[in-house]
Each structure stands twice: as C-alpha cells, then as structure tokens.
C-alpha cells in the first residue's frame, strides 16, 4: 500500500470496536471492557486507517512517573490487524508509531508465547508467563466469609491504595469504572479494619474473569474468590442467569498458590501469555497477585 495511511487516536465507539476485534480473536474481553481501558489515557488507544476504514489497532496506555529517574509506565495491547490486511506491514507501522508515543518509558506487554521472539527483537525481555485458568468453578460450602464485603464509598480510598500497592502505579480513573462493573461485582477483604485485598469479576463474551484478585495470603484470596464466583452465579446478562458459566483467572505463574488455588476450584490451564518489559521491569508483590487486572492494561 503507498497511500496516506493515517494514524490517530480511537474515538470511544471505534475502541469499542478494537474490543469487538478482540473477541473475534478469541481473547475474549470482558462487555463492558473499552469504557474502563479508554478512561486510563484517552489517546492511548491508536488506529491505522486505509481507505478512511480502521485496519490497524494497538493500545500504548501510559500511566504515571514510576519511580525517581523514570520517565514513566506504560502497557501495550490490542495489537490487532484486520484479518483481509494482514501480511502487509501495516500492523508494524502502528507498532513503530506506538512506540514512538512511549518513548522514555518502561513498557509493559502481555503477549502470545509463540510471539517472544518478535517482541525481543524490539527489546523486550522476559519476565514471566501468565496463565490463564478456565472452567466452571467449585465455590466450597457457599457459606460467606465476613472479612469479605463490598466496595462501598468509605473504602474507595483504600482499595485504590490497595491496587496502587500491588499495580505499581495509580491508576483512579480505570478503577472509578473497573470497581462498578454492569455485570459483576467488585469485592474487598477487611482483615482488622484494614483493606488487604480486593477482586472484581465481570461479565465477558464467554463467562466470566476475575481480575484482578490481590490478597496478603492464599486464605484471603480464596475467600475473595469463592465471593466472586458466587457473585457471578447470582448475575444475569440478556436474561439468562449465569449459574455455571466458566470462570477464567489469569494467574502470574510463579505465584504457586494462585495456581494452586486456580486448581483447587477445578479450573485448568487453557492459554498462557509472555509477561515481557522493555526498560526496568516493576518490583511487584507477585506472591500477592492471585489473578492480574487484564492481559490488555496489565
């Protein structure tokens, strides 16, 4: 292709469509997904136009200064080129341009395994994988645990500290969306009168995700869990109640008791990423990350 070939920021309906996009890829967003990611950084979410139609999507989301020295953090996702375009170059051309918007930062990605070696050419290094657990879940006895409750105004404050603690960086905005979820809950963990943890599940095109799921110990999260997936089982979408649906959990996997706990609730593994960074990657509790925020924000 020699024409023009445009490159500007989504519009909110045309993020919408890049997560349509997404679940035609199987990656299987959440439904209520692009409102919550476009509120992070309203030009994050950059397209690449042929013939005046999207042909090229990829999501370059900055997030604030990450420490004395560092110019910033930021996540890529997205990377999606239409399906009749693909095997041209355009994709690499968005991927050139958002690089360009990051330059100076470090720079998070979840991608695909079989693609590391191409991430690497672009300096990217391996941090750890990610594994995504599926299936219908087992929620115990059912009998709630008091520690868990839900996220009401007086703890807005404390949650968000709670994710900054286990995120990195803060991120209010995403979270003024993400903890409100139209189909779905957000739950917390008060352990001493102390927000230690919190979860939100949400409804997606297949079942439901939770993410993320942060907790001091294996007990906390699992109480976290068994809430959510109750939850879940509770909610209705289209009017269809959803007792039974899959669950998906997507666990860093050298957190060995998340993936303990993953299986413990009868989900098995059935897709994995590459957590990769260009520049110093983050120093985060993974022992108390029992289930990431999204493949797409980090």
């Not at 967003?29 to 999207?54: K, M, S, T, V, Y």
């Not at 170059?89 to 990051?102: N, P």
């Not at 997606?204 to 109480?223: D, N, V």
């Amino acid at each position: 292709m020699s024409e023009d070939l445009p490159i500007r920021p989504l519009s909110a309906a045309e993020v919408e469509m890049a997560v349509e996009w997404a679940a035609r890829e199987g990656w299987n967003p959440g439904l209520a997904d692009a409102a919550a990611f476009r509120a992070q950084d309203r030009e994050g979410f950059l397209g690449l136009f042929a013939h005046g139609e999207l042909a090229a999507t990829l999501s370059a989301v900055r997030y604030g200064a990450s420490g004395p020295g560092r110019a910033g953090f930021a996540f890529l996702g997205f990377y999606i080129c239409r399906p009749d375009l693909r095997g041209r170059g355009l994709g690499f051309r968005l991927w050139q341009a958002g690089m360009a918007r990051l330059a100076g930062c470090t720079i998070g990605l979840d991608g695909v395994v079989a693609q590391q070696a191409n991430y690497a050419a672009s300096g990217f290094v391996l941090a750890h994988r990610n594994i995504r657990y599926g299936g219908v879940a087992a929620v115990g006895d059912g009998v709630p645990d008091a520690r868990v409750i839900a996220v009401t105004p007086a703890l807005r404050a404390a949650v968000a500290a709670c994710d900054t603690a286990h995120f990195g960086l803060p991120r209010p905005n995403f979270l003024a969306l993400w903890l409100e979820p139209p189909v779905g809950a957000a739950r917390v963990l008060v352990e001493d009168g102390t927000v230690t943890g919190y979860g939100v599940i949400r409804r997606c095109r297949e079942g439901f995700k939770i993410g993320p799921l942060f907790a001091p110990t294996a007990a906390g999260a699992r109480a976290l869990f068994a809430a959510l997936a109750v939850e879940a089982g509770r909610a209705e979408a289209g009017g269809v109640e959803a007792w039974g649906a899959p669950l998906f959990l997507d666990v860093p996997e050298p957190n060995g008791a998340a993936r303990a706990l993953a299986e413990q609730a009868g989900l098995s593994p059935v897709f994995e990423t590459a957590r990769m960074y260009r520049g110093p990657a983050p120093d985060l509790p993974l022992a108390r990350i029992f289930g990431i925020t999204s493949y797409e924000l980090g």
